[in-house]
């Protein structure tokens, strides 16, 4: 698959014995997750997972060359299963997401490293991230931190109804892809579904509230996109992604960094 990955803060490109010379203590591993699953009829499979490198890859650019930060090759496989019924979608069961992603912890620890970063780019993902960062800590020991797709990125210019309901190959994925991967846009297959509208609050919410229903793409986007991705433009798609890689830099320098106040 194409990367961003600068070829020097790739951990699958040194050999065992550069591996066995980082400084163990002190090194960053982040272990990206992401989906192979359908993104509608404009975006391929891979948009999770690309976006995803392409916004670590840049992020990693702009790291002091100092700093023993690497990107793990991702878990491109996730939990998909919102998007079941879809062609394409290729999901893996909560337990085998977490049984995978906790063997690799495992074998991070048995090699000494201490500090891994999840970073996930796919929301079906997401409550399986902050279970597997608590329980790599508990059961290895392991400084584990959880980092989820643009972090403090202003995606200005986006219309509150996409900004709240935008989930999935809407304008801000579109926009991302038409920066990094053009030719795998579609740009003549555009469709529009909403789960939600801002303007019609509802008393049950699909997610991120106190009481939320759970939903399924096929009940409610037949062609599989959840947002509008006509807005997208590939400019917005850069200014955004280099917004969010810059934060991802300043927020991994700050884990590279993190000391708890109290224990060790
Ligand atoms: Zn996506």
Avoid at 51 to 65: F, Q, V
């Amino acid at each position: 698959m194409k990367t961003w990955i600068p070829d020097e803060r790739y951990f699958a490109y040194l050999t065992w014995k550069q591996v066995d010379a980082l400084p163990r203590g002190s090194t960053l591993l982040v272990l990206p997750t992401a989906a192979i699953e359908q993104h509608g009829h404009h975006l391929p499979l891979a948009t999770d997972t690309l976006i995803n490198n392409l916004l670590l890859g840049k992020a990693l650019s702009l790291l002091p060359e100092a700093m023993p930060i690497y990107a793990l090759p991702p878990v491109c496989y996730g939990k998909s299963n919102e998007h079941s019924g879809f062609a394409g979608t290729l999901s893996v069961s909560a337990l085998t997401f977490l049984a995978v992603v906790r063997d690799l912890g495992a074998s991070i620890a048995a090699a000494g490293f201490r500090k891994l970063v999840l970073y996930n780019t796919h929301g079906g993902n997401t409550s399986l991230v902050d279970v597997l960062a608590r329980d790599l800590r508990a059961e290895f020991g392991l400084r584990t931190f959880s980092l989820f797709g643009s972090p403090g990125a202003a995606f200005d210019g986006v219309s509150p109804q996409e900004r709240a309901y935008g989930f999935h190959a809407g304008e801000i994925e579109t926009a991302y892809l038409l920066h990094a991967t053009p030719e795998l846009v579609h740009t003549e297959e555009y469709t529009t579904n909403y789960i939600a509208r801002v303007d019609q609050p509802e008393l049950l919410k699909p997610e991120g509230s106190s009481a939320n229903f759970a939903w399924l793409t096929k009940d409610i986007a037949p062609s599989g996109v959840l947002g509008d991705p006509t807005g997208a433009t590939a400019q917005n798609g850069e200014r955004w992604a280099n917004d969010a890689a810059a934060r991802i830099a300043e927020l991994l320098v700050e884990m590279a960094n993190f000391t708890p106040r109290h224990g060790a």
